[in-house]
């Protein structure tokens, strides 16, 4: 059943729209769009995963204006980037709402309104996603303390299931998360299967981790959920399942593939994967022995704040006899809890002069982490 656009033209609104199944060939598409809001808030969760939540949107204007070409009897000249054969016929309008909310149900809040303005129909389809966008962001605030509230885990959780009945899995997983840091496993596993069942990478990552720690714990099945994230590109799902590939937990024993997951992973920004992968190869472990880039892959992940690594950095450049940089390094280590570099630290303090020891000491305590994806 054809449906018009909306808005229409006759709604007076700055969007205007064409079927492009009605064009037949002989049309130049120039489309100019024009998009001005404001920058939607990003709030990032503690536990590995960003949510973008909901912020108000000021002015968005399209312009789409269809210039048609001189008519000619040869089809040799419609211009190239107008295919007849190629152009959409279906009417997407007219998809059922359930559908609709399946595939929109990951959905961040950008992607979600730009969906939203395709068509009138998809706009009330995804009227409770964007009310959940609204309350996934006042759970965030609740949990986290932010926007002039205090924290509080119970009205954070009451947000986040409210954000979930409307069919969110970015509130389902948020939701999940609080169950499990209080001990509701049950529960959390419930709404981390439910989200993955819809598509969500970090759901299924969050489920497989689930099945590793459950009890009896389920490794087989962890696998399987692991290694669905992991092609999606969930970085923490990719350092989970090289660990299972490693030790052979839930699968056969793969160092190989275990460390192509690994430095998947520490591509992606992982810190724990880069320090993994540094180890790979140290070890000559699923990888050619390689010294250069073990040293290289350390030093990423003691930049961006991994203790041991810093540690191991911080010997490195002992014995090369670098000893302001592995001062840096090991009091930064020290710091974070590793007990054996604060010996070494000692030992190298005491060669060095008081000047020396106070600008190691000033370089240590202006030292910031580098961006990461934890």
């Known amino acids: 059943m054809w449906q018009r656009t909306w808005p229409h033209r006759s709604d007076a609104s700055p969007f ?11 049309a130049a598409i120039h489309v100019d769009d024009h998009h001005h809001a404001d920058p939607d808030e990003e709030d990032v969760d503690a536990h590995h995963f960003s949510r973008h939540t909901l912020s108000n949107s000021k002015s968005t204007n399209f312009t789409h204006t269809v210039h048609p070409s001189p008519s000619t009897s040869s089809s040799s000249q419609t211009p190239f980037w107008v295919r007849p054969s190629s152009l959409p016929s279906h009417d997407f309008s007219a998809l059922p709402y359930d559908v609709l909310i399946k595939i929109a149900a990951s959905f961040n809040l950008p992607n979600l309104r730009a969906a939203s303005f395709v068509c009138k129909a998809w706009f009330e ?52 998360l609080l169950y499990w840091e209080m001990g509701n496993k049950y529960e959390a596993i419930a709404l981390y299967q439910k989200a993955a069942d819809l598509g969500d990478p970090s759901a299924k990552c969050n489920l497989g981790i689930s099945f590793l720690h459950a009890k009896p714990p389920n490794p087989t099945e962890a696998v399987k959920w692991l290694r669905q994230a992991s092609m999606v590109g969930n970085v923490r799902a990719q350092y989970q399942l090289a660990l299972c590939l490693q030790q052979g937990n839930g699968v056969d024993r793969n160092v190989q593939e275990a460390a192509r997951w690994f430095f ?13 992968l540094s180890l790979c190869y140290s070890c000559g472990e699923g990888l050619v022995h390689n010294h250069q880039q073990a040293k290289k892959w ?32 090991l009091e930064l280590a020290t710091r974070s809890g590793e007990r054996a570099a604060g010996h ?31």
């Open 16 to 26: 205007s729209s064409f079927s492009l199944s009605k064009l037949k060939g002989k």
């Open 125 to 176: 389809a995804f009227r409770p996603l964007r009310e959940a966008m609204l309350f996934l962001r006042w759970g965030k605030r609740f949990k986290h303390g932010r926007g002039g509230v205090r924290p509080n885990s119970d009205k954070a959780l009451n947000s986040f299931l409210k954000g979930a009945a409307r069919g969110s899995t970015l509130a389902m997983v948020d939701a999940g």
């Open 264 to 276: 998947k992973a520490a591509e992606g920004g992982y810190v724990r994967a880069m320090y993994n």
């Open 344 to 374: 070494v630290k000692s030992v190298i303090l005491q060669q060095l002069s008081q000047s020396s020891r106070d600008r190691v000491m000033s370089v240590a305590d202006n030292w910031r982490p580098l961006p990461s994806s934890h």
């Open 298 to 329: 350390m030093k990423r992940a003691a930049d961006r704040g991994h203790s041991k690594a810093q540690f191991e950095h911080g010997l490195h450049l002992f014995s090369e006899r670098d000893m302001m940089k592995a001062v840096v390094y």
